[in-house]
């Protein structure tokens, strides 16, 4: 009766765990630059002492859906979307390098270019810093970004920078708990030319709602499916118990 029970309960409890997975896809469905993560669940042999009669269901996030969202077009000069494959590359608050697809950019103090979380974005030599004010501000598909000096006649532009765009392996990739993605070896991605960008359009979230909801309708079906394989198993243990002591 005992395999029955734990194999019940901790079945419920990991579909709450993948729930809370899909719960989180749909809050994040208007995030721009959101991938969706994905969640399978699989049996476990618990080992001990003695042989491994028991098993158990465990929930796991083995990747995320790299797909490409919807682009969005905003026709604002700090908003940048890569084409296919690729990322932007941001310090995080630690102070380490990590990687975004999110490219709401804006001007922080003194010029230094961040996210719309405040992670300020990253060139090929280091943070990026904008001379301010801004006047007819260019980024190109390559990531370089250019300004027209001061004074200086419409038809010139000056490079004051350029984003650093890498295209690490997925298989190397993990999500932090604040959305950003680095490597899972700790070193960062080397710049990657082969990336580009659009301006003035940002990228939407990939996740799709009504796959989501169908996915968390699903769950909580198999989950009610669990408590009641529990209270059967309540059931029958009493009845064994009736019987022993009838005995």
């Known amino acids: ?3 029955l029970l734990y194999i019940a309960s901790s079945g419920a409890s990991q579909d709450l765990v993948g729930t809370s997975l899909r ?3 749909l809050a994040n469905a208007q995030t721009n630059g959101f991938k969706a993560q994905l969640e399978q669940a699989r049996s476990m042999p618990v080992y001990g002492e003695g042989l491994p009669t028991r098993v158990f269901a465990m929930t796991e996030s083995p990747t ?7 682009l969005i077009q905003t026709h604002r000069d700090l908003d940048v979307a890569i084409q296919g494959d690729g990322w932007f590359a941001v310090q995080d608050r630690q102070g380490n390098e990590a990687y975004t697809r999110d490219g709401n950019f804006q001007l922080g103090q003194d010029g230094v270019l961040e996210d719309v979380h405040g992670n300020i974005v990253m060139g090929d030599a280091g943070p990026l810093f904008l001379p301010v004010p801004l006047d007819n501000l260019n980024i190109a598909a390559d990531g370089t970004i250019s300004i027209r000096p ?12 350029r984003l650093k ?3 690490p392996e997925y298989s190397n990739l993990e999500r932090g708990n604040d959305g950003l993605f ?3 070896d700790g070193t960062d991605a080397l710049a990657d030319e082969t ?3 659009m301006t003035g359009m940002l990228e939407g979230s990939n996740v799709n709602a009504i796959e989501e909801m169908v996915s968390m309708i699903h769950l909580q079906r198999h989950y009610e499916l669990q408590v009641k394989m529990m209270k ?6 009493m009845r064994g118990n009736m019987l022993l002591r009838i005995i």
């Not at 995320?64 to 919807?70: A, D, I, R």
């Open 150 to 161: 001061q004074g200086a006649p419409e038809a010139v532009s000056e490079e004051v920078g």
């Open 23 to 25: 719960a989180n896809n």
């Open 1 to 3: 009766m005992d395999k």
């Open 232 to 237: 059967k198993a309540d059931t029958l243990d």
């Open 165 to 167: 765009l890498v295209n």
């Open 182 to 184: 680095r490597q899972k």
């Open 195 to 197: 990336v580009t960008v």
């Open 64 to 70: 995320n859906n790299y797909e490409s969202g919807p």
